[in-house]
């Protein structure tokens, strides 16, 4: 189908172009500053240490770490020696205390990795989209990491149309958003999977018909700290190419609850490059791959069910941050930390101690622990730090 294929090129261009991108014209009045009192100086400890750990094994193979765990480890993926790059990618698990290594696998005919990582009965789970044996076909697989066995298992595949799928945990299941392509209508659904049975569920659908263009389209999907889900979508207007945003709700038995009307905020914002969404208590993250005029949202939802903007931009959330009432953010290609105040809504901004002109290329986190990984000016080798927040 034209329309998914389309979107699949768009989607892959924009993740290798986003890094170079994202940066752009960082004006500091937009964020309160707090140098003396406040929230920046209760949360960071002073002075404010990065400790930095080798996680290339050559110059040549960098890491790209996608999940820090609380037994002070974390599971990078790296690319595989000259030979294999662009076939390959490399699992391991490195422990931060003691700086060693364990190789746990490696995907075979890799395309690109995809989405949001779940962690559920000691496995993380992830979808990667790999070739078929004749490269004929992308296949969509959703893998696991056993950190008991500390092992690479491949749980189950499909070939849907969407490479980017996000996946959560939601009682003792996966809740995944998925778009497959029947001729020139493509279905965005809901799946439910329980690892234990291998059994699927389809929660909800929405169908989008290329030729009238007129339908529904399922963005991203999220869960919020009760176990309620929140899907982005769009409406196509009839007899244009717009479309109408809002975000659906679904309590913890996928019950519908309400909409979240979001005409405030969706011509700056969303489409179909979205790659990210959270939701935490009233407040919502939207990042998507362009740049232009901005990439982020951050809105507040309001009495009446209407989302609106305290700061749209450039700030990538860090994912799994854990500290009361702050959500964390940064800037990526600077050396910009901001946080979220969730009591008052207030942006509160600090830098971190980054040299030699290395700037941010990405913050995993767990829990008030901290992984950055820092690229140089010209974008020839990266530096792997950890830190700590009160």
């Not at 770490?65 to 990078?76: C, Q, R, T, V, W």
């Not at 009760?226 to 659906?248: E, F, H, K, M, P």
């Not at 700037?359 to 140089?376: C, H, Q």
Request: glycine share 6%.
């Amino acid at each position: 189908m034209e329309f998914m294929k389309n979107k699949f090129i768009a989607l892959c261009t924009l993740t290798i172009l986003m890094g170079l991108t994202a940066c752009a014209n960082f004006d500091n009045s937009e964020f309160t500053q707090t140098q003396t009192h406040g929230i920046t100086n209760l949360m960071l400890h002073e002075p404010f240490y990065l400790y930095e750990i080798d996680l290339s094994l050559d110059k040549h193979r960098q890491a790209d770490a996608i999940f820090l765990l609380d037994d002070g480890s974390m599971i990078f993926i790296r690319t595989g020696s000259n030979h294999e790059v662009g076939s390959y990618r490399h699992i391991y698990r490195y422990f931060l205390e003691s700086g060693t290594y364990i190789d746990i696998g490696r995907f075979y005919r890799f395309a690109v990795s995809t989405g949001r990582y779940a962690l559920l009965d000691n496995i993380i789970y992830f979808y990667a989209t790999v070739g078929d044996a004749n490269n004929h076909m992308l296949i969509n697989v959703l893998f696991g990491i056993d950190l008991e066995n500390n092992k690479l298992i491949h749980v189950a595949e499909d070939t849907i149309s969407d490479p980017i799928v996000n996946t959560f945990s939601i009682g003792d299941r996966l809740i995944s958003l998925k778009i497959r392509a029947e001729g020139e209508v493509g279905i965005s659904y809901l799946e439910i999977f329980d690892p234990k049975t291998n059994l699927t569920e389809i929660v909800s659908k929405a169908c989008f018909d290329a030729t009238t263009r007129e339908g529904i389209i399922y963005l991203l999907h999220t869960i919020d700290d009760n176990n309620w889900t929140y899907v982005l979508y769009q409406i196509a207007l009839s007899g244009s190419d717009a479309w109408r945003s809002l975000i659906r709700v679904y309590d913890e038995n996928f019950d519908f609850k309400k909409y979240i009307n979001m005409s405030e905020v969706e011509q700056n914002i969303t489409g179909y490059f979205s790659n990210n969404f959270r939701v935490f208590g009233d407040f919502v993250y939207i990042y998507t791959f362009t740049s232009f005029p901005m990439n982020s949202l951050i809105g507040r939802i309001d009495e009446n069910g209407s989302l609106y903007a305290i700061h749209e931009g450039h700030l990538s959330l860090v994912d799994n941050f854990s500290a009361d009432n702050i959500q964390l953010f940064f800037w990526r290609l600077s050396n910009i930390l901001v946080l979220l105040d969730t009591d008052t809504g207030i942006l509160h901004q600090t830098t971190i101690p980054l040299d030699n002109g290395y700037r941010i290329m990405n913050i995993i986190a767990n829990g008030d622990i901290a992984f950055v990984t820092a690229v140089s000016a010209d974008f020839n080798s990266n530096r792997y730090f950890f830190t700590r927040f009160r």
